[in-house]
């Protein structure tokens, strides 16, 4: 009977011992990696698989770790997305994020893109392609009535005032000149 109790307690001690000194050697420390991913589960999306491999050979290729988070199993990381989608509003899964350079790429991207992002570079925004049902690529422009307009509307009547006179000697001086 004493013996059956001491092989317990003697796995045990081995156990604790082992477990410290795994912790010691960081064999259970989650290390600290500036790159994420988040992804769904393989099979669930054909883009997130695609970039799981693209992801993989930048990985091997620049030595790096980035760290997966799947947000359909993992609450915690659910949302961490919706926090980080908060920036731009895309919505789109997988998303690989820059924490140190807050650069994103969303969807599938070109392998050098995603060297780029792992080595924490400025990356150009994506033009999209194609006359889809986005917004046009084209700036907004508005012409000089509407941007009076829109001045007009914030300034505050010490400044509308001010504005007025101004306009006037401008006026006045061309006038003087003719």
């Not at 259970?28 to 589960?41: A, D, G, R």
């Not at 895309?90 to 650069?103: A, N």
């Given at each position: 009977m004493f013996r059956s109790s001491i092989l317990p307690l003697g796995l045990a001690m081995i156990m604790l011992a082992c477990s410290c000194e795994a912790a010691l050697f960081g064999l259970?420390?989650?290390?600290?990696?500036?790159?994420?991913?988040?992804?769904?589960?393989k099979g669930t999306i054909e883009e997130c698989d695609e970039m799981e491999k693209i992801v993989r050979s930048v990985e091997k290729e620049l030595n790096m770790k980035v760290e997966r988070l799947d947000i359909m199993r993992d609450r915690f990381?659910?949302?961490?997305?919706?926090?980080?989608?908060?920036?731009?509003?895309?919505?789109?899964?997988?998303?690989?994020?820059?924490?140190?350079?807050?650069?994103?790429?969303?969807?599938?991207?070109?392998?050098?893109?995603?060297?780029?992002?792992?080595?924490?570079?400025?990356?150009?925004?994506?033009?999209?392609?194609?006359?889809?049902?986005?917004?046009s690529s084209e700036k907004f422009v508005p012409d000089e009535e509407e941007q009076q307009e829109f001045m007009e509307e914030d300034l505050t009547e010490l400044q509308q005032l001010g504005k007025e006179r101004m306009l006037e000697r401008l006026e006045s001086e061309a006038e003087a000149s003719e």
């Open positions: 259970f420390e989650k290390k600290y990696s500036p790159l994420i991913m988040f992804k769904v589960p990381a659910r949302n961490l997305y919706e926090k980080v989608d908060e920036i731009d509003f895309v919505g789109k899964v997988p998303l690989l994020y820059h924490r140190e350079s807050r650069q994103s790429i969303y969807g599938l991207d070109s392998k050098a893109r995603v060297k780029a992002w792992a080595k924490g570079r400025f990356l150009s925004p994506r033009m999209s392609m194609g006359g889809g049902s986005g917004v």
